[in-house]
C-alpha cells in the first residue's frame, strides 16, 4: 500500500475515486483496455452484495438458472429497438475453432433474447406460468469511455427474467423486483435512492417501460443503480413465447426484466468515501472490525495478543466479520491509515494498558478523530459492537440522505435550472415532450434522471417550454 496521501475528494472527485479502486485493492486495470479485474477484497464486497440480493429473490418467488454466453447474432435482430439499442456495443465473434462460423455469435450484452427463445420453448400452457428466472452472470458491452466498476467492458450482475399471463402481473413484478432493488439499496448500501419511470428517450431497448433507482454521488451527479424493465409482449412476440390460455386460447405472454450490477461497487464508494479512503456500509463490509494491537515489548506482546486472541473467538462467535493485523514490522499508525482506506467500519486497538483495564479502544470510521472514539469494557464487548455497527450503518445512511436533500433545488424558471444542475439536481415539471428534454441535455448535459413514482399532485408549467404538465422529474448529470 502507498502511503502517499490521496487526492481530496473536493478538489478532484475522478481522481479520488480512481485511487481509492487501485489503493484499496478494490479493483485493478486488465489488459485489454476498458476489461477490470475485480481484486479479492472488491470480489468480497460484490459477495456480499449477491447475497442480500439473492435472498431477497428466492424470498419472492425467484429460482436461479444459467444462459450461455454466445448468442446467435440473427436473435438480437428479432426485436427492432433492441438491436437498435444495442448493436453500437455488440462484441461479434466470426471464428471459432479456427474457422469462419457461418453465423456469427455476439457476446451476450444481456440475455433477453437468448431467454425469450429458451422461454418460446418451455412455456406451452397458462399452468407453465409465471416463470421467474434470475441468472448471476457477466455480459459484454463495448464502451468507449470507460471507469473501473462504473463503465466497464465486461461486467458482473444479475438479470431477472420473468414471464406471466397477463400485463398487470407482468407490471406488478416490474414494480416489485424495482422495490427489491431500493430496499437492498437503502438498508443494505445505506444508500438512498429515488424510484421512478425512466423517460422514453432513457428507457431500456426493446422495453415498453423502464423503471429505476437513482442515487446522488458524492459529486453530487447521478447513477443509475438497477433498472426494472415491463416489456409487454415485444419479446415474447419476436420469440413466439405463446401460451394456450384455460379457454384453449393461444395467448402471448408478458414479460419483465431486472438488472443490478458491480455499478453497485462504484455507488457505495462514491456515496460514503471520504480524504481518507473508503467507507463501507457495515451490513455489506468484507470486514466489519479490524482489531490492531499495540505492544513494545516481547512481555506487552504476549499479554496483549493474549487478549486479542479471546475478543477476536468473542467476536466471531457472535457473527461479527472480524480480522486481526497482527502484520509485524508496520506501525500502528500505519495499521489504522490502512483500514481507514479500505473503509473497514470498526477498528478496535489493544495495548497495555487496555489489558491492565479490561477495555478496549473504539474507533468509528465513519466519524473520523476523538469524535469517533470510546473505551468500553473488555466484558460484553460483542454486543457493543455489534450495536455499533447498527449505529454506523444508520448514521451513514442519514448523512447520504441529508446530503442528497441538501443539493436537490427547485429552480423557478429556465436560467435558475441551468445554473442548478451545474453542481446538484433539480427537482421540476417537465412536460415529457423530447424536445423539451433533448435541449436540457444539449445545453447542461443534465439527463432526465427519473419520474418519480411519488409525486407532489397538482400541476405546474414545464421548466422548458411552460406548457402546464402534472409531472415533476430529476435532472441531473449523470455517470
Ligand atoms: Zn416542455
Not at 396 to 411: G, K, V, W
Request: charged fraction near 25%; hydrophobic fraction near 40%.
Amino acid at each position: 500500500m502507498s502511503t502517499e496521501k490521496l487526492p481530496s475528494r473536493s478538489e478532484n472527485f475522478s481522481e479520488w475515486y480512481n485511487q481509492i479502486v487501485l489503493r484499496a485493492e478494490m479493483a485493478d486495470y486488465a489488459p485489454v483496455r476498458g476489461c477490470m479485474v475485480v481484486m479479492p477484497y472488491g470480489w468480497a464486497l460484490w459477495e456480499n452484495i449477491q447475497q442480500a440480493l439473492d435472498s431477497r429473490f428466492k424470498a419472492t418467488g425467484h429460482v436461479n438458472a444459467a444462459f450461455p454466453l454466445l448468442i446467435p447474432m440473427s436473435f438480437l435482430e428479432k426485436e427492432k429497438s433492441h438491436v437498435e439499442g444495442f448493436s453500437p456495443e455488440l462484441a461479434v465473434v466470426t471464428h471459432g475453432g479456427g474457422q469462419k462460423l457461418e453465423e456469427p455469435l455476439v457476446v451476450r450484452p444481456t440475455s433477453e433474447t437468448i431467454i425469450g427463445y429458451m422461454y418460446s420453448k418451455w412455456i406451452k400452457s397458462y399452468r407453465d406460468l409465471p416463470v421467474l428466472i434470475n441468472q448471476w452472470g457477466n455480459v459484454v458491452r463495448w464502451e468507449m469511455r470507460t471507469r473501473l466498476f462504473l463503465r466497464t467492458l465486461e461486467f458482473y450482475w444479475q438479470e431477472g427474467h420473468t414471464a406471466h399471463a397477463t400485463a398487470e402481473e407482468a407490471q406488478e413484478e416490474t414494480y416489485r423486483m424495482l422495490g427489491v432493488y431500493a430496499d437492498f439499496a437503502i438498508n443494505e448500501a445505506a444508500i438512498p435512492v429515488i424510484q421512478g419511470f425512466k423517460s422514453d428517450n432513457e428507457k431500456f431497448a426493446g422495453a415498453v417501460q423502464s423503471t429505476t433507482i437513482e442515487a446522488m454521488m458524492g459529486d453530487r451527479r447521478a447513477l443509475q443503480s438497477g433498472t426494472s424493465h415491463f416489456l409487454g409482449q415485444n419479446f415474447a412476440k419476436a420469440f413466439e413465447i405463446q401460451y394456450l390460455d384455460q379457454n384453449n386460447q393461444l395467448e402471448h405472454a408478458w414479460t419483465t426484466s431486472w438488472g443490478l450490477s458491480t455499478r453497485m461497487v462504484g455507488a457505495i464508494i462514491m456515496t460514503h468515501g471520504d480524504d481518507q479512503g473508503l467507507i463501507l456500509p457495515p451490513r455489506l463490509a468484507p470486514i466489519q472490525a479490524v482489531i490492531v494491537p499495540i505492544f513494545r515489548s516481547n512481555e506487552e506482546q504476549s499479554a496483549v495478543m493474549e487478549v486479542v486472541e479471546r475478543v477476536q473467538a468473542e467476536l466471531k462467535a457472535a457473527g461479527v466479520r472480524i480480522k486481526v493485523d497482527d502484520r509485524e514490522g508496520f506501525t500502528p499508525g500505519f495499521k489504522f491509515n490502512d483500514w481507514e482506506m479500505r473503509g473497514v467500519p470498526l477498528r478496535i486497538e489493544i495495548g497495555p494498558k487496555d489489558v491492565e483495564k479490561g477495555s478496549v479502544a473504539l474507533a468509528r470510521r465513519d466519524l473520523p478523530g476523538r469524535a469517533g472514539k470510546s473505551f468500553v469494557p473488555q466484558a460484553g464487548l460483542a454486543t457493543q459492537v455489534q450495536e455499533m455497527l447498527v449505529t454506523i450503518q444508520a448514521a451513514l445512511l442519514a448523512r447520504a440522505t441529508e446530503f442528497r436533500d441538501s443539493n436537490i433545488h427547485e429552480p423557478q424558471d429556465y436560467e435558475a435550472l441551468k445554473a442548478v444542475v451545474g453542481d446538484g439536481w433539480a427537482y421540476s415539471w417537465w412536460c415529457g415532450d423530447a424536445d423539451c428534454e433533448a435541449k436540457v441535455k444539449e445545453d447542461t448535459k443534465a439527463t432526465t434522471r427519473c419520474i418519480p413514482f411519488d409525486q407532489p399532485g397538482g400541476k405546474g408549467k414545464c421548466i422548458v417550454c411552460g406548457k402546464e404538465s402534472d409531472k415533476k422529474v430529476y435532472f441531473a448529470r449523470a455517470y
